[in-house]
């Protein structure tokens, strides 16, 4: 895991069907957007380190405790076993958010800095091509949350080198059709018994299993979204 904002993978094989999940400690700035320029200075002795996945809600942060809503920066650099082609993985996050990789920004997002506007923005999962020209990927995220009770990123951002192949049905993306399929299942059953028995109140069971289904297949990393692999929004 990464340490004090490093996460050292120089001795991952990176083998074609493998990924890595960057977790651990995250250097975070609070209430405030770094200029991805002035990072390398600002980390220089840096102390506050918040670990991910996780959120930020309770953390102390310079003699405070940080609440649920706000914005915040978060960095992480990483040592790669070689320079070369990867790809990054960002889960559907339930925070606005913007990147940057090695100073280059890779995920735009003009609604980040209006509080009313974001409240309609749904940040999906993405599949991001790298082209490292070093041996070190350095990644800031601009992220905010005025909408849930909690704060930060819950689900682990996951690197692999090559192609996308890798994280095309990720466990996430299993776990999400695996559900939908036994929700399907039961709101099929659901249907019988109410057409059988004439009781009203299996078919509203039968609606929730069916929107529980459509939740689990498309709120978090969506089929569509892993085919995609050479897709890099913007």
């Not at 920004?105 to 490292?132: E, G, M, Y």
Request: proline share 4%; glycine share 4%.
């Amino acid at each position: 895991k990464a340490q004090s904002g490093f996460l050292d993978i120089s001795q991952w094989p990176a083998k074609a069907n493998e990924n890595i999940p960057l977790a651990g400690d995250w250097a975070i700035f609070w209430d405030e957007f770094i200029d991805v320029k002035a990072l390398p200075q600002r980390l220089n002795n840096y102390t506050n380190f918040i670990s991910l996945p996780g959120v930020w809600n309770n953390q102390p942060y310079e003699g405070r405790i940080l609440p649920a809503q706000g914005k915040a920066s978060l960095s992480l650099s990483v040592k790669l076993p070689r320079s070369g082609d990867y790809v990054l993985k960002i889960p559907a996050l339930y925070s606005s958010y913007r990147l940057w990789v090695n100073g280059e920004l890779k995920v735009a997002n003009p609604s980040l800095d209006d509080k009313f506007r974001q409240f309609n923005d749904i940040s999906k999962a993405r599949l991001i091509n790298l082209n490292s020209e070093t041996e070190q990927l350095n990644l800031l995220l601009h992220v905010t949350n005025y909408r849930h009770r909690v704060g930060g990123i819950w689900e682990s951002l996951r690197l692999s080198s090559n192609n996308g192949s890798t994280l095309s049905m990720s466990t996430e993306l299993k776990k999400d059709m695996a559900a939908f399929t036994v929700l399907a299942v039961v709101a099929l059953a659901l249907l019988v018994l109410a057409w059988k028995r004439k009781r009203r109140a299996y078919v509203f069971l039968a609606c929730w299993a069916v929107l529980m289904a459509l939740r689990a297949a498309t709120i978090e990393a969506v089929s569509y979204t892993h085919l995609r692999a050479h897709e890099t929004d913007s």
